[in-house]
């Protein structure tokens, strides 16, 4: 049989007037909101504030972006959810800059809350206001078309459920249909699938019967071969076809889809750190950490102090770690333990009551006060300020034997402090149970990480970092 390749590349971008037009209509917004409060409050437009709507518009660009609000479909509370955000940080960011450069007194601080006020208000209301058009005009002049899906698996229940929460979409799921040997099942989570009206010896029947115009295909890698035999006689009934391919049963760890060269790459498993994420994650590492130790150096000292004082030994106390992609380095921690000897690649957890810590020791462990010295590693580069905690190599080979998915927490840098230890993940592992917990929240950090969660999880350490768990 003779295919035709043509020149369009296999992954396309689906470009969206409507997501267009908003960009558009936020940008007009804020530009036009910003040169009015100037025009008023100075009577014109100068160099200065110039620069800074420039500024402000840029940062808003690689914000939105990030956050991909112009490219989901997220209700409305989710998208005025992201707004905000985006929006908070981008002033943020403009009053850091402006403390670095010691440009803040040129600038009038109501006008800039103003901005801030107004511009956030607007933008949710150009939001609103297109959403419901675009539901109205959807509403009299787009018949939604009538669609199948192939699968009876948890994944064509979740499919179901987001096409018919949709309304952009158009589509209505009429049912699905079974693949040979397997039974349907409903959802874990309490979804349910669509009415089942038969098996795959019935599609081509069901297409005429029901008006079908577009077919979703929600079925296990195993079966992928269904696709192969079925999707040219679909091509030839005028069927859109989509593939959704069941990868969920895996471990995914930061997943997402996108293009090489025009080819569609279906990533299962990537570090969240790259392009721009990685720059913003590298900022907020050095800026903060730097301002720290600015402000703990005195009790820094005193600590060390404290320690030569308690019990012979070096103020600290140096071990290997594994990091990012696995790459070893050492730890710096205040010691808290007496000096002594351990057996050859032996490291034992520290435990309740352990008769190896020091007077001080004891108080830097139950107040974390020990971690502090970690924010070296912070600034050379092997850590971050909040990530999945370093075990010791021991316990790292230890444990990657009996949990699975262990080592997808060395996706993105280790942290002082990380997500399973504000949720009181922390201190000794006694059972298994107990680090498969750590693991998992480990993992769902980095398959949500953003600079947000990283300011919440530091706002929640102060709070977090003291009591059972510690020693």
């Known amino acids: 049989m003779l295919h035709l390749n043509g020149q369009r590349s296999v992954l396309q971008r689906r470009s969206n007037i409507s997501n267009a037009l908003q960009a558009l209509l936020d940008g007009t917004a804020v530009l036009g909101i910003a040169y009015w409060l100037i025009d008023r409050h100075l ?15 840029g940062m808003l660009g690689l914000l939105y972006d990030q956050l991909a609000l112009y490219r989901s479909n997220a209700n409305f509370t989710t998208k005025a959810l992201k707004i905000f955000q985006a929006w908070t940080l981008a002033f943020a960011m403009l009053l850091a ?62 499919l179901h459920q987001k096409i018919t929460q949709n309304p952009w979409l158009s589509e209505r799921v009429v049912g699905c249909v079974g693949l040979p040997g397997h039974q349907p099942n409903a959802a874990a989570d309490g979804r349910h699938l669509p009415p089942l009206l038969g098996t795959l010896d019935d599609l081509m029947a069901l297409l005429d019967q029901h008006q079908i115009r577009t077919v979703y295909f929600a079925i296990p890698l195993d079966a992928s071969s269904v696709i192969e035999s079925l999707y040219f006689r679909l091509l030839d009934r005028h ?29 299962l498993s990537e570090t969240p750190l790259t392009g721009t994420r990685r720059l913003i ?29 308690d019990s012979p030994g070096p103020v600290f ?39 190896r810590i020091t007077r001080v020791g004891a108080f830097l ?73 750590r693991v998992e929240s480990d993992i769902e950090y980095i398959n949500n990480w953003s600079l947000w969660l990283d300011l919440f999880i530091l706002a929640r350490t102060t709070m977090a970092f003291s009591g059972k768990n510690a020693y």
């Open 97 to 158: 800059l402006g403390f670095l450069t010691k440009q803040t007194e040129t600038f009038s601080r109501l006008l800039v809350g103003q901005l801030y006020v107004l511009g956030f208000f607007a933008q949710l209301l150009l939001h609103l206001l297109l959403r419901v058009l675009q539901r109205q005009f959807l509403k009299h002049a787009v018949e939604p078309e009538n669609v199948l899906v192939v699968g009876t698996g948890s994944l064509a229940s979740y």
């Open 281 to 309: 994650k590298s900022l907020e590492d050095v800026v903060l950490s730097a301002l720290i130790l600015l402000v703990i150096l005195p009790l820094l000292l005193v600590i060390a102090v404290a320690i030569r004082l």
């Open 365 to 437: 462990r139950k107040t974390s006060l020990d971690e502090l010295p970690q924010l070296f590693n912070v600034l050379t580069g092997d850590m971050s300020l909040v990530g999945p905690r370093p075990h010791a190599v021991q316990h790292d080979l230890e444990y990657s034997q009996r949990i699975e998915q262990y080592f997808a927490r060395h996706n993105i840098k280790p942290g002082i402090t990380g997500l399973a230890q504000v949720r009181g993940h922390r201190g000794e592992t006694r059972d298994l149970d107990q680090m498969i917990q």
């Open 43 to 57: 009577g014109f437009v100068s160099a200065p504030y110039t620069f800074m709507v420039v500024l402000l518009l």
């Open 317 to 355: 106390f140096r071990q290997p770690r594994m990091g990012w992609n696995g790459k070893t380095f050492r730890i710096w921690k205040f010691r808290s333990m007496f000096v002594h000897r351990t057996e050859s690649n032996t490291v034992q957890q520290a435990t309740k009551n352990d008769p």
């Open 239 to 267: 069927i859109a076809v989509h593939w959704v391919p069941d990868i969920f049963s895996l471990r995914l760890v930061n997943h997402s889809v996108r293009e090489i060269a025009g080819v569609p790459v279906l990533t």
